[in-house]
């Protein structure tokens, strides 16, 4: 069994800042990709950004580009997501997602950490 387990949500102004951390414990499996994923309150789940593992190549969804960065610690097992600029509209909960290798879907999923942005 794989665990994900995110940390440092919380209240922030907008402007500010967050960084997310996803540790991750368990089996070892082969990993492709990290994902980072929210969802807001109403709204469906949507993609953050993603950093491939062996390459620790990054890609972000248009909304965050230039304002989140992904990175990995492989050392620690874990991944982060720096969050920058906060706007009220990246209130959500936010989940980081673990994804196999030869796999296409996230394969394990954290229990997700509260992102609030306040005006």
């Known amino acids: 069994q794989v665990q994900l387990v995110e940390s440092g949500g919380g209240l922030v102004q907008a402007g500010g800042s967050l960084r997310l951390s996803c540790a991750a414990s368990?089996?070892?499996?082969?990993?492709?990709?990290m994902g980072w994923f929210r969802q807001a309150p109403g709204k469906e789940r949507e993609f953050v950004g993603v950093?491939?593992?062996?390459?620790?190549?990054?890609y972000y969804a248009e909304s965050v580009k230039g304002r989140f960065t992904i990175s990995a610690d492989k050392a620690k097992n874990t991944v982060y997501l720096q969050m920058n600029s906060l706007r009220p509209e990246d209130t959500a909960v936010y989940y980081c997602a673990a994804r196999s290798a030869g796999n296409t879907m996230y394969d394990y999923w954290g229990q997700g950490t509260q992102v609030t942005v306040s005006s």
């Open positions: 368990g089996r070892t499996f082969s990993r492709a990709a």
């Open positions: 950093i491939m593992w062996s390459s620790e190549n990054t």
